[in-house]
């Protein structure tokens, strides 16, 4: 089958392959993938220690072939939006039934690659939050995969929501999705927040910190900034009474906030968020192009069209 593989002396440690087909064990189903996505940290942060010819790749939606031996999921025939650590960048996957959800007809199958771990990290992001109904919420790095995603979930949780992106072309789009305003930077804030969402880590988590209310949370996803962040915590014991920063990891099986996406997107509660769509081919051009913020929201590659 064709596949990226890891390789650590190609650009972005990618080249496309052939490689063996997956073999599905007992609570695994094995999917046609139609399309995968990027997302930027995978991307960005790419292993070096992996091992060349590993399939990498979290995101992947496709056509179940083969059901779990075990019977659970769902029967061949069905389209499904996929997680797991691996194995996504390929015609083939074998997944973790506790790992997907069933697509319906009416959203393009394709476009729900752009989901789980943008979509779901947003959704975990904002839930860590609380109940946020009528509170103000700043989300850093909100032109991005999850920040495009966490401005829709929090605007429906009910908050009233603030994106910060890093310059205004950056911004277009954002209030159509929910953002009640746009700044540039944390820097630009008038006033407090109840939580932030930061995707971007380094001065702008520092920044967005010290804008808290009293009790105010951080919820700390991403580092999109590549800089280390430092606080002076005497500075914040003045300007923020009481406030948390609390590091994200995702939580998973993610079949059921998959499934919840999916509804809110079949609703038309939720945008897909893709801001660059193309052949599986061209996947260092979107590459390149995700590694230098040219893209609003996901990359979607193609295997094939179902649309």
């Keep these: 089958m064709k596949a990226l593989v890891h390789d650590r002396v190609s650009p972005h440690m990618l080249r496309s392959a052939e490689a063996p087909a997956p073999i599905p064990g007992p609570s695994e ?12 940290g995978e991307v960005a942060f790419r292993v070096p220690g992996l091992p060349d010819g590993t399939i990498p790749g979290w995101d992947a939606a496709g056509i179940v072939v083969t059901p779990a031996a075990d019977g659970s ?18 015609e083939q996957r074998a997944v973790d039934t506790a790992q997907l959800a069933v697509v319906p007809d009416a959203l393009d199958l394709g476009a729900t690659a752009a989901l789980p ?12 939050l609380g109940l946020i109904v009528g ?5 850093t790095g909100a032109s991005g995969g999850v920040g495009r995603y966490a401005v829709q979930l929090a605007r429906l949780a009910g908050a009233e929501v603030v994106a910060s992106v890093g310059n205004p072309g950056r911004g277009i789009g954002l209030k159509e999705l929910g953002a009640a305003e746009v700044i540039i930077g944390p820097q630009a804030l008038h006033g407090r927040v ?3 969402i930061d ?9 967005a910190y010290l804008r808290l209310e009293s009790g105010g949370t951080v919820v700390a996803v991403g580092k999109a900034s590549r800089e280390a962040t430092t606080i002076d915590f005497e500075e914040a ?9 609390e590091t994200f990891v995702i939580g998973t099986p993610l079949g059921g906030d998959l499934a919840e996406l999916v509804r809110f997107a079949e609703r038309g509660d939720l945008d897909l968020a893709i801001g660059w ?18 893209i609003r929201g996901k990359a979607v590659l193609d295997f094939r069209r179902t649309d």
């Design 29 to 40: 189903a094995l999917i046609e993938v139609v399309s995968f996505s990027f997302n930027f």
């Design 73 to 90: 999921g769902p029967p061949a025939g069905s389209r499904v939006v996929t997680f797991g650590w691996s194995g996504a960048w390929a």
């Design 117 to 128: 771990v943008a979509a779901a990290t947003a959704l975990q992001a904002v839930r860590r």
């Design 135 to 139: 509170r103000r919420v700043l989300v």
């Design 194 to 196: 109840f939580g932030v």
């Design 199 to 207: 995707n971007v880590g380094g001065r702008q988590l520092a920044d």
């Design 237 to 245: 014991r003045m300007r923020v009474d009481r406030g948390r920063i």
């Design 277 to 294: 769509r193309g052949d599986w081919i061209d996947y260092s051009r979107a590459a390149d192009a995700l590694v230098n913020r040219e």
